[in-house]
């Protein structure tokens, strides 16, 4: 018996030490069974992903933004457009690129796919984000709604050029294909919090 308690003894000084390591190794777990599901199903994975990761943003630009309770429609919303959109958008947008351009990788196919990705699907998801976020997030008048697009696109549009091209070059050239979307996620999920920041700062400034 008193061997058995002293065994017993060990296992339990043995878990409480090994605290930190069963952690890491859940994390490992949990990140195995993520690339397993985003292998068999990469679609819905990459929605999935899409949307916690606006999900989150969203939590994180509301709480900066001085909000006491977060807005649930908003977030719900928000969700709802990287679940539906994003990740759909992008899951495709990137196996027609690979397509066309037959999956090379070097410097000067890497520079088409950003160009033509500049060129195309970014004034498109600026335009269509600031519809949806006027039209349905705000539920502003739609002849209001297309006033404050013609004012704020511009901008917005010059301020995308600016950063997200060197995105689309890390991504094109060192992720994976199927990292992609993913990566591309998680980028506009610090994106919008550090808009959202800059504006903040912008507004107390002006005050």
Known sequence: MATAAGGGGGRAGGWKGGGGEGEASLARRAWRQYLVQLQQHPLRTKMITAGCLAGLSDSVAQKLSGYQKIEKRRLLLKMLFGFAYGGPFGHFLHKVLDYIFKGKKDTKTVAKKVL???????????????????????????????????????????????FWPI?????????????????????????????????????????
């Open 116 to 162: 033509l990705e500049q060129l195309t699907s970014s004034p498109w998801n600026n335009m269509l984000f600031l519809f949806y976020y006027g039209y349905v997030v705000e539920r502003r008048p739609l002849k209001e709604v297309k006033n404050r697009v013609k004012k704020q696109y511009p901008s917005v549009q010059l301020s995308a050029w600016m």
């Open 167 to 207: 995105v689309g070059w890390i991504n094109h050239q060192y992720m994976p294909l199927q990292f992609r979307v993913i990566f591309h996620s998680f980028v506009a999920c610090c994106w919008g919090i550090f808009l959202n920041l800059r504006a903040r700062a912008m507004s107390l400034k002006q005050a």
